[in-house]
Structures are given as C-alpha cells and as structure tokens.
C-alpha cells in the first residue's frame, strides 16, 4: 500500500492547482481550507463562497483507511482484512444560471490482498442547456478518454447516463459526461495509463469550468432563469441526497459530514406539481434531460433531420 | 380486507376537514386537489402554495394494494400474499419563521392473512425554538396519548426522538412528538380504540398548527430569522430524502412522486460551516435539538435549576 501514498500526494498537489485555476477565472472569490482528521482518516476541504461567478464550490480531497468489513466484502466481492482510499471530488455551484453546474471526482481504492481500482468522473448539470455546449464537453471528454484507451467513451458515458439518472422524476441530472468504478490495472491497462487518466481528468475539470465560466458568468438574466435555476438545482439535492453513492457511504460509514454536503447549493426551491410554458428555454431543458442522447453525434444528427 | 375500505372512507373525510379548518385558520391559501391512479393505487393530494401564513403545505390522502413482496416480507417479518394501505400524510412550512413546520401521518396495514396494524405520529420542526410552545406541544400529545393508553406517550415520544435525527448532524429534527408503528389491535388495544386513537390525532393536528399559525403568522422578522429559517430547512430536506422511510419506501415502490415529495418546503439554503453567533436564538435553538429532552417536566426542571 506504499503507492496510496504518493497517489495521495499526487491529488493532493491537483487539488491545490484546481483551486488556483477556479480562482484566477473566478477573478474575486477565494478558497478557504478546512483540514479535518476523524478516526477513519483525513481530508482537506476547499471551499468558495459567494464569488463574482462561482456562488458555492467545494474541492474536496481525503485520505481514508479502514477495516475491510464484512458489508463491504459482500459489496465488493473481495477479501481482505483492510482498506485505503484517496481521491478528489469536487461541485461548483455559479451564480448565473445560463452556467452549469459541474461535479468532478477521481479516486484510488487499494486492499491489503494486492487488489486496487480507480473510479470517477466528470458530469455536467446545465440548469438551462445549450446544446453547442454539452457537444463541446462531450467531445472533450471524448478526446481524453481516447488518449488512453479507445473504448473508454462509450463505455464510461453509458455509466454516466445510468448513474446520474433520478428514476422517480424520469429525467438525468444533466447532460451526463462519463463515470467509471472499479477499473482494475491489468492486461489492458497499467497502473500508470489509468493514474494518468485520472490526473487528466483532474487537469482538464478547472479548464473545463473557466471555459464556462468565461463564456456565461457575466450574462445577464432575469428572475425566470433564476428561478428554475432554483427548482433545478432541487433536483440536484434530490439526485445526491436520494441516489449518490458516494454521499451515502460517506455519510453511513462516518466520514466528514461537512465536506460530504458541500455538494449542496446554497438554494434550492420546490414547487407542486410544475409545468414549464410550451416552447421555453425550461421545456427544451426538459426534452434534454434524457439518457442515450448521443452528444457527439447530436450536430450531425440534428443537421439532417433538419434537411429532411 | 373489508375493514380498509371503511377506514379509507374516515380518512378521506378527515383529510378535507382538516384542510377546511387550515384554509380558515391561513385567511387566503385555498388547498388545490390534485387526484392520482397508478399500478399501486389511487390518492388525492390537497396542496396549498403562497397563502397568508402557511406558503407551502401538503395534506396527502392515499389508497394502495399490491403484492406483498418477499422483500417486504423479510422486512415485516409476515407471510401473506396482498397488502392494503390507506392513511393520511401532511407537511406544513409556514411563511414566518416564528411559526414552526408541522408533520402529521396516521395509516392503516392490512394484510390478507388477517394480519394488519396501525402506525403515525404528529412532530414539531420550530424554526426557532420557543420552548413553552414545545412544553404545550407534548403536554397535548400526551392529553391524546392518556386517553387510549397511559403506556403511548412515553414509547411514542421515545419512538419520535430516535425516528426523527439526523445523525450526520448529530441533532433531532425539531422538538420531537410521538411516533408510533405496527401496532396491532389485540388484548391491550382494540381495533376499535386503535382506530379512535388515529382518528383523535388527525383531529387535533390542525388545531395544533392554527393555534400556533394565530399565535406567530403576523410576527415581525427580519431577514437574520428569514435566513436561519431557510438553513434549517435545509436540514429538513437533508432529514426526508436520507432518512424518512415513508419517503423512500414511496419512491422505490413507484408511488406517486409529486405527493411524496410534497413534503419539500419551498426554498432551503446550505452554507459551509455555518456556526452560530453565541447566545442568539440561533445558538438557542441548536441547544434544544436534542434527543430525551423531557417536555413535560421541561418549565419544572428548568424552575429548579434556576433555583438552586
């Protein structure tokens, strides 16, 4: 387990850099670090609030060991005695609704028998979605997924669609992006191509963001975005309180319930039994929030059906 | 299975009563019915938005029959092969954050083998805790209690205390109430007191909530209360969608998600370590969100604390 270590290091430095990024195109808000040490480990939370474009976001990085319990073995089919796992997660949350909120998260899971994997991945929540945009992050997620293995995309984009999906309101947290889990080094992939991938990932998640951020944190808006920007981030709490893995086996196993719920946004709203006005901006948002769209593709596709 | 359909009639009935008695108490919201039928059953939702003192309230009626699955028999630890289940539910956030949320269910099980009980619970969420409001709260519950039982008011409020906490955040929901599940008529208790006692307790719900509607709903506040209100709101949504059974139970057996997640208030808000100005009512009110706070004897002990 001696690699964990220096994996943590590793994340640890992105997560810094992350915030200096997210910082510089943020142009006034600051990240403020809040260590904390529990009997399960450690982790440092970076949190903004109440930037010029970034209204609440949180990089999180945390470093955790464990005994390997019986639940677990179950859930995970393994044996071994004990557990250590590092990564980073991160969501920002802006104040403008025309950008999108974005989740990020890379992790390293190691077990004394030898038995390691690395899990994450990058999703995009639009609360108004541009279509050029969910095209754009698509193909650039597709682009480093092809730098280490060719059938990555498909794969981990499927992943997401299934994993950001809130079956009780029929709809995708957004327009997906790609999750992956347990993704064992081996015959197909080393160690190294898959910890690269994942500080690629790491790399490109602050750049990503800054692009968005850039492109519509000065636009101006109206109380109407504002408030589906609400309702929809609601469906944001719905999707990590109901469903996100993560949030619940870090809430159930003890970690730090501060920097768990750090994904939630400083508002949210709900309102009975909602129905958008015929051919709004809130209605084409809603036609989108679909698995299997295929985003790549969604140009080409939408071009010839208009030349039909 | 005869008995269920009977009771369903009571419940329907009280349902409306009980909005009738909450629209005169609010002066201006009116409850809007909204009707449902799917595979599992059928229900009406009376749903209230943007009245004088309550802004967002729900009173769900509901009626539903179905397989009784080996998952719900592992659970129940009961052989039958069909359920029915009838009962009401309601959630109300107020405007003013001197008024508190108020949460009442009672509800009906049957089972085809003959075997059915009766379970709810009537519990207080102040925003801000006014403790001789919570005193009166318990003091009525257990007037209610006494006169089916000597025994409920002790198990049930116990019951209330361990079934609304949030142990991520290591505090109860608000002041508690009474809580109470699978109880079965037999020698203790007949069906007949049973169904009484469910009976009372959906009567005396929205007397409880127009007395303290009449007593807070034209307070004065300033936006440090409005604030505060919105973060322990947060904490409400943190509490239904992590831990409420009724709610989980609803959305993974397919029921109707717009009446299970009525519960919702309108807004909620998150901050990162928010911590309270010491001695505000804030602070005040994180003191008392406490598990076996003993209401009843609560003004005397205090009086002999403040004695001695």
């Known amino acids: 387990m001696r690699k964990i270590d220096e994996i943590a290091r590793t994340y640890s430095g992105l997560q810094k850099k992350m915030c200096g990024i997210l910082e510089s195109a943020d142009g006034k808000g600051k990240f403020v670090s809040h260590t904390w040490k529990k009997a399960i480990g450690s982790g440092e939370s970076l949190l903004l609030e109440n930037g010029k474009i970034i209204e609440k976001g949180a990089v999180n990085f945390s470093f955790v060991k464990g005994k390997?319990?019986?639940?677990?073995?179950?859930?995970?089919?393994?044996?071994?005695?004990?557990?250590?796992?590092?990564?980073?997660?991160?969501?920002?949350h802006p104040v403008n609704p025309w950008v999108p909120i974005i989740h990020m998260n890379v992790r390293y899971f190691a077990l004394d028998n030898g038995v390691s994997w690395f899990g994450g991945g990058i999703d995009l929540t639009p609360h108004i979605i541009v279509p050029e945009d969910a095209v754009?992050?698509?193909?650039?997620?597709?682009?480093?997924?092809?730098?280490?293995?060719?059938?990555?995309?498909?794969?981990?984009?499927?992943?997401?669609?299934?994993?950001?999906?809130?079956?009780?309101?029929?709809?995708?947290?957004?327009?997906?992006?790609?999750?992956?889990?347990?993704?064992?080094?081996?015959?197909?992939n080393s160690f190294e191509n898959l910890l690269n991938f994942t500080i690629n990932l790491a790399s490109v998640y602050p750049e990503i963001y800054a692009h968005l951020m850039h492109k519509y944190g000065t636009k101006p808006f109206s109380e109407r975005e504002k408030k589906w920007q609400n309702l929809r981030r609601g469906r944001y709490v719905e999707f990590n309180l109901i469903y996100d893995r993560g949030t619940r086996f870090g809430l159930e196993s003890g970690g730090n319930t501060e920097s768990i719920l750090a994904s939630l946004p400083a508002d949210a709203s709900w309102a009975y039994h909602y129905s958008p006005e015929p051919g709004g901006f809130e209605e084409q948002t809603l036609l989108l929030l679909k698995k299997d769209i295929d985003w790549i593709r969604f140009e080409e596709k939408n071009r010839a059906a208009i030349s039909k």
């Open 68 to 92: 390997f319990s019986s639940k677990m073995e179950q859930l995970l089919g393994e044996k071994a005695s004990e557990y250590a796992a590092t990564g980073i997660s991160s969501i920002l």
């Open 136 to 188: 754009a992050f698509h193909h650039r997620l597709k682009t480093i997924c092809d730098q280490t293995d060719p059938e990555f995309y498909e794969v981990f984009k499927n992943w997401a669609d299934d994993y950001f999906y809130l079956p009780h309101r029929s709809e995708t947290r957004g327009v997906g992006g790609i999750f992956f889990d347990r993704i064992k080094p081996g015959r197909q």
